[in-house]
């Protein structure tokens, strides 16, 4: 597999422009998809914003709706729509949240097995990006989006991501991060502002490295058993800062743009970060860019972590899409709108060196 993957990242360095080819998915219409996932047997799960219900399987060879869970509405087993989604390949399961506290987790067939109210879970805004979502080991790790007055000061480190007990849903652990390690690059800028959103996305590496990114900043920031150890640039070819803007109907307030520099963040291959890029609202191209994370445990947390960019492309023709999100699986690429409102189709690019 790994001898096919570098295949495949060697022909999109040489090519570039990629086009995409007909595969079974692109014939589904979805109704405000906000994420997608695939289960280790290959079967593609769809997460949705709005429809009769929220989540489908699809089938892995034909890509029919094998099942579909998750009534819309406020019962039991019922959300308004799903705002965070996890798919649990060690036990095959399917946890999701909504704009409450709630979590449910369903088997693939549908079947729900699980549904607890965890009162120190973040609630997702409504109209904003998927918050980042794992079950794990009998923890809930789930992050935390913040807005920050950069004009006032930080004594105290940031939450970036909560994890609680899945049995007592009680709060275990934080992993914050500082205004010094955050290192926003153009502070004093961003200072006139009301508000700095701040949307984190935890990934983890092994048992013992896990990667934090946060839309707008260009870093990685890695832990190592929960304890901030490194931050590391990404190496783009884009300018990668928050741009202020004074919004003049409203009293003059300074507003921000987030600069569209992680629109999807994925592990592949193990040790490999698929990242996505682009906005066709900002100066940054659609693409992205994979980073080998080499990693070597030490004494305490003196761990050897390096970072090396292995493949960079554009997606020339995608540029009519506002901001694309990509999950890979088994060479294909398969890319929808990171604007849920927008989000009715799968597009799949696929890599003819593995056929």
Same mark, same amino acid.
């Not at 991501?161 to 007592?168: A, F, H, I, R």
């Not at 600069?259 to 996505?276: K, V």
């Given at each position: 597999m790994r001898y096919f993957f570098y295949?495949?990242? +060697?022909?999109?360095?040489?090519? /570039?422009?990629?086009t995409a080819q007909n595969h079974p998915i692109e014939n589904h219409i979805f109704d405000k998809i906000t994420q997608l996932e695939f289960t280790k047997e290959g079967k593609a799960v769809v997460f949705k914003? &709005? &429809?009769?219900?929220?989540?489908?399987v699809l089938n892995e060879t034909t890509y029919d709706i094998e099942a579909s869970f998750v009534p819309e509405g406020n019962g039991p087993g019922e959300l308004q729509m799903v705002k965070a989604a996890f798919v649990d390949h060690k036990n095959d399961r399917i946890y999701v949240s909504g704009v409450d506290k709630r979590v449910l987790g369903y088997s693939l067939s549908g079947g729900l097995i699980f549904e607890k109210n965890f009162d120190d879970m973040p609630v997702p805004i409504a109209n904003k990006k998927n918050i980042s979502f794992i079950i794990r080991d009998g923890y809930l790790f789930t992050s935390q989006p913040h807005t920050l007055n950069? !004009? =006032? !000061?930080? /004594?105290?480190?940031?939450? #970036?991501?909560?994890?609680?007990?899945?049995? !007592?849903t009680e709060l275990v652990y934080e992993f914050s991060l500082t205004m010094e390690q955050l290192a926003f690059p153009n502070l004093n800028e961003l200072r006139r502002a009301n508000s700095v959103p701040i949307h984190p996305t935890l990934t983890f590496i092994n048992e013992r490295l896990s990667v934090i990114t946060i839309d707008g900043l260009? +870093?990685?920031y890695f832990f190592v058993n929960g304890e901030f150890v490194q931050r590391t640039e990404i190496d783009t070819d884009f300018e990668v800062e928050f741009v202020t803007a004074t919004r003049r109907g409203i009293g003059n307030a300074v507003g921000v743009q987030v600069?569209? /520099?992680?629109?999807?963040?994925?592990?592949?291959?193990?040790?490999?970060?698929?990242?996505?890029y682009g906005n066709i609202h900002q100066d940054i191209p659609n693409g992205y860019s994979i980073y080998e994370i080499d990693?070597?445990?030490g004494q305490g947390l003196l761990d050897d972590i390096s970072v090396r960019k292995i493949a960079e492309a554009s997606l020339e023709e995608l540029e009519d899409?506002?901001? #694309? /999100?990509i999950t890979y699986h088994e060479g294909d690429f398969f890319i929808h709108n990171n604007?849920?409102?927008?989000?009715?189709?799968? +597009?799949?690019?696929?890599?003819? !060196?593995? =056929?």
């Open positions: 295949i495949i990242v +060697y022909t999109f360095l040489v090519t /570039n422009v990629l914003k &709005g &429809g009769d219900h929220l989540v489908h950069l !004009s =006032e !000061s930080f /004594n105290d480190s940031v939450p #970036m991501v909560t994890m609680l007990d899945t049995t !007592s260009p +870093y990685f600069p569209s /520099n992680l629109n999807s963040i994925q592990l592949i291959e193990d040790d490999n970060l698929l990242i996505s990693h070597s445990p899409m506002s901001a #694309m /999100n604007f849920d409102w927008l989000a009715h189709q799968i +597009y799949v690019i696929q890599d003819m !060196s593995i =056929e």
